[in-house]
């Protein structure tokens, strides 16, 4: 166990930033002890899809598919679900260092290039597996490739030379390419070699002795037998035997000339005490800058000589000191580090209440039983992953099913509005034509929680719907609102019956929506508990939700402020806010006056059926009831006159039905 | 003449010059030419200097590094000097030097010496005088035809091919480096002349080539050939794509020359992160050597110069078929080699993140590549004017075909 728990530089790790986020995949290039004595970690950071844009994403999946047409066609044929699994596993390295402390790491994996020859599928079987093929730059927010180029061209390439001969060398012999200093097949045998040199050791230790410079140095016989005995006096010995052509007697006369017996000193014998002490006065200074050192230290040597002797000198006591004092400073450099299992609890995780289940079905893969249960998404909407689930989600950033998937499963659960796996959809799954874009923007309108959903039909959508009456049944889709349309169809149908009968119309008649002081003095006389002044403060806040709408060409929704639609009786809402019924909402901001503010509104509303709007139902045919129930935006033409009659206040409620969630 | 021995012993000639240990790439650089000389010294103190023919290079001249380089860049590297950067900032930006290939003080010279062994050796090759050519001076793989690159700056490599192409039809260019070869797979990218092959980690890693897709253009089309990985490569998986893979190649390419490029930052390494053993590393020389082609073996990178003196003499000891023992003769760097003052290094327990259905896909698609190959490619008989061979001397009468 101790090994998995062990971490080193270079491994691939989970790193917990937050407790309800997924985890952070990083590399571990340095571990630092800090003077606290905690253990920092600089780290490589990688991303996941769910970090980087939109925009960019569609970029890599064209440089997925460039490559997917060399991988093997086996591993291109993956399914929805697969695919959206495989999404989770990739990642994109960045050269982005980061320091953390160590204790949130909470796990290995393993992070690798990508091959083409890889089955992506090998991905998918493996946990804790992850890939990467590009290197992404979170400052200039760009994707590349990370592959170097052997470039082409005569700038490049070397000339070849024609082949000569294939059989050999016929050549006379090569003047000059190089110079034997060793001959191994020549008359001695080993032992003759191994006299020589013993003998040569002799002459050297004698010169020493003779040499008073030596001999003040090394008063005792040994250690000038030991400095005789260094390597250049060994390879000078064989030196000299080659050049003497193997002859033992040639050779030694040549160890004794006429000036003295021979002495072979190499720089760690040569400098003396005071040209020592320069040197490492001068190390500490400039450090291993061996041009400033000869330039302040010691002109007399050459830089040949100075990094000579600075490698011996590596092997003195003095340094092998140094060294220690060296090591004991790079004691906070760690090589690995022991994390032991992270067993605190998460705060996400919901305490279990006599150990029922008491709640909603796991988000992820709609189990209803599990030993431990996580909240999950923003906290208003009480949604909860099984322990596996969320597991999959602090390690791979997404749930288990791709969106439409869960749509399909979720087909007897309410709509819970958008979530945040809408972004991850698929390319092609084609969630719903109407979608596009629609609770991105309702957010962005209203600032409103997350479930604030509506459709928005852009001028384009409405287009289609009417064009390509071939792949697209309106009534067909909008009874099955679950079924996964075929996007790239209505596209390509779209695009071909536009260019067959360029004079479609594409005008549509402008939606008539009530001005905004119409539907501010409707709102009065609503609330007529509403004071002028908080009416005025909210307006302002609704008026600029009110032009973005427009603008962007929305219906009116009232998605904004006070003014509430509901998924489920979409009939209510702008039927009876027409005839001036009561519809009460919330969990009762109106009781305290408080200034209606669009972010704290709730969703959830109840329609509350009075008797009076029992009579009005009654009244209405009811095939426009349904009409109505179609339409519920719309105005209902067929309206009993009497109704238009703002009603008399005394029919309003004064108290607002409290509704807790 | 060639000694062709199978059962391991060779003739191997030995190039070294006692200058090379004493350049000096910079403060904090990780190339240390030093690592030439405390190998060199360890050959000495184990015996094996005795037991081979050993040569001291002559510098190579810059009409020689012409052959493959440049005129104005080696033109450049002859001029730069530490004291007159400031005049050639233009040129340093243009021929990339300065960061990782720093000007250092007897820069030019350090390039003649590497460049004159790997010539010499191949020289030496050529002449059928010798099994295997050793230089641990060259193997510079990443310099360009014009541009400096990963401490790197003339291509020992390629000039010494150069020279091999000449009386050999068809050489091998093995890289064990942990780095991709691109230097010498560029200067030989679209000849069929020329076989590289390089095992190299890949991904997020200098030099940034060395894709599986890379196998070569024109007429070079499927003789470049890239094994990338991953990080931990140990010596059992290693053994197990290298052996293949150079099977399949010699028996496909035939060459009747190769050159092994033997960069020891393959094995635990400052720079590197494979974690190969001296053994691991060397078991690809053991088997390159079965082929009973002549060698001429490179140095490379390798930036834990204890590792490297290492894995260089156990390396020399093979290519001598000679066993050494385990424990370090004394030598002048003796302490370098502490705590343990043994050849042989153990094995890390980084991950290692290759796994075997990785090498297998890779190892087949690199199969289905070779099979593109004809067997054996011949070239041409290029027909040579009479004069130029009785002209003499060979390598200047080659040099330049454009005279003939």
Redesign the interface.
Known sequence: MA?SNMY?I??YVYFENSPSNPYSIRRIEELNKTSSGNVEAKVICFYRRRDISNSLLLLADKHAKDMEE?MDEASTDLSENERHQLNHKELY?SRQLDSLPATYIRGKC?V??L????DLK?YLNKSDTFFYSL?YDPAQKTLLA???????GC????????????N?????E???????????NNELS?QQ?DQFMVISRSVGTFARALDCNSSIRQPALHVSAAAAS???T??HT?TCLHKNKYNIADAISSLVPKTGPMLCK?E?EDWSPSEANLFEEALEKY?????DIKQDFLPWKT???I??YY??W??SDRY?QQKKLKAAEAEGKLKQVYIPNYNKPNPNLIKPVNGESNGKACEGCFCTSSFQWYTWGPPNMGCRLCATCWMYWKKYGGLKMPPSSRLERMHNHKIKGTDKELRYRPPNSGVAIVATGGPHRAQRISHKTKQAFFLNATKLTRLARRLCNETFSIRHYSRRPFEAINIAAIKAECQVRLSSSPKVTTKFPQKKWPPLSVVVVRLLTLRPQLTHQSVKKSLSKIKTSVEVATNNNHHLLPSSGSLKRSHHNGIAGQKMGDNGSIYRVSNGPQKKKRCLNSTDASDDMLFVCTDRIRDIRKRIKSSDQRSAARKPTKFLINMPKFAMKPPPTKHINPEPIVIDD | MALSNPGGSRKVCY?YD??I????Y???HPMKP?RI?MTH?LL??YGL??????????KCNAEEMS??H?DDYIKFLRSIR?DNMSEYTKQMQRFNVGEDCPVF??LYEFCQLSG?GS??GA??I???QTDIAINWAGGLHHA???EASGFCYVNDI?LA??EL?????RVLYIDIDIHHG?GV???????D??MTVSFHK???YF????????IG??KGKYY?LNF?L??GMDDECYEQIFQPVITKVMEYYQP?AVVLQCGADSLGDRLG?FNLTVKGHAKCLEYVKKFNVPILMLGGGGYTIRNVARCWTYETAVALGQEIPNELPY??????FGPDFKLHISPS???N?NTM??LQ??R??LFENLRMLPHAPG?Q??D?PPDA?VS????EA??D?DKK
């Open positions: 090994s080193r270079g491994d060399d390295l393993s690798t290039l091959n083409e020859t890889e090998s290197v990370d592959r170097g180029e052997i470039r082409v700038k490049y390439q070397a000339e070849i030379p024609p082949l000569i001969n294939e050999g060398y016929d050549g006379k090569d003047e000059s390419r190089e110079e034997m200093v060793w001959n191994p080993k070699v260094r390597d250049i060994l390879f064989l190499d760690m450090g291993k800058d061996f041009l830089i040949a000589s990094v000579e490698y011996m590596k092997t092998v | 190039y006692s200058d240990g004493n350049n000096y910079g403060q904090g030093h000389r010294n000495l103190n200097y005795r037991k081979m023919e050993i040569y001291r290079p002559h052959r493959y440049s530490p003080d007897g004159g010539i010499a020289v030496k050529n002449k059928h360009k035809k014009s390629v091919i150069l192409l000449k009386y050999h039809q691109d797979e560029e200067a030989f990218y679209t000849t002349r020329v890949y991904g997020e030099p940034g080539t060395g894709d599986l897709r890379d253009a024109g470049a990338p991953r990080d009747s992160c030598n002048d760097y003796f302490e370098y327990n980084m991950s993140q259905e990785y896909k890779i087949q698609r070239v008989m290029q040579i061979v003499g001397s060979d390598d080659m040099d075909p």
